[in-house]
């Protein structure tokens, strides 16, 4: 129950084009779903987050859409570029509203290569 | 530019030494976080610190594994002794129980020999 699942495992797009990450979940507890990405040699880098309070949340041309009635959440990068080429993890925690206390759960991560 | 610090980068050393790794978190955060990544097991958590006080540190092997926090400056991983499965980038994060944001440091990248 504590797991993220996310797919695809990896992912290749067209330079423009738009890349998808799903995650799904099952602990309903679960209150803040944050997006790291990461690039070779280094540590994962925060992106993006999104409470269950919302729908949709864009930050530039990266949107999380969270449905909560299924428990799932995706990212979609608008207009790829070879620069988002990394590994993108979702995550799931728990804690009191308004700020999560709990330990992040990763999902095994997207590696993403957008071509030119 | 505030961010986590992890010392040191890399770490070869031989099966049955000690390794210590140290991270500095970003200044006023209160919550530290060490995590391991492997390519089968993805990132795994091994402890957890609150203000300084550990929180869960189910994730480590208690036999070999400590984790510490000195002061609010300082949270060190130490294996003793090391195991050639203990080959990982260990990971570094700190961030504040009010936002729920997590920053990591560039990790410690350890090969047991």
């Known amino acids: 129950q504590q797991q993220v699942k996310q797919s695809p495992q990896s992912l290749i797009v067209q330079k423009g084009g738009i890349s998808i990450i799903n995650c799904a979940y099952e602990n309903t507890a679960f209150d803040y779903f944050p997006w790291y990405q990461q690039f070779p040699g280094k540590g994962p880098a925060l992106l993006i987050a999104i409470r269950p309070d919302v729908s949709e949340k864009k930050e530039g041309r990266f949107t999380i859409s969270f449905n909560k009635s299924a428990k799932q959440f995706s990212l979609h990068i608008m207009d790829s570029q070879p620069g988002d080429s990394a590994t993108y993890f979702c995550?799931?925690?728990?804690?009191?509203?308004?700020?999560?206390?709990?330990?992040?759960?990763f999902g095994k991560g997207t590696k993403l290569s957008v071509k030119p | 530019d505030a961010r986590v610090t992890q010392t040191p980068r890399h770490k070869v050393t031989e099966m049955g030494q000690e390794v210590t790794m140290r991270c500095q978190p970003i200044l006023g955060h209160n919550t530290v976080f060490w995590y391991r990544q492997t390519m089968m097991q993805g990132l795994e958590l091994l402890a957890y610190?609150?203000?300084?006080?550990?929180?869960?540190d189910s994730g480590m092997p208690k036999d070999r594994f400590s984790a510490e926090m000195p002061d609010a400056t300082l949270a060190t991983l130490k294996i003793q002794p090391s195991e050639p499965r203990d080959s990982a980038v260990y990971f570094c994060?700190?961030?504040?129980?009010?936002?729920?944001?997590?920053?990591f440091g560039p990790g410690t990248r350890l090969t047991v020999t």
């Open positions: 995550a799931a925690s728990s804690g009191s509203y308004g700020g999560s206390q709990g330990n992040l759960i």
């Open positions: 610190f609150r203000n300084r006080a550990p929180l869960d």
């Open positions: 994060a700190s961030g504040l129980t009010s936002t729920g944001g997590k920053y």
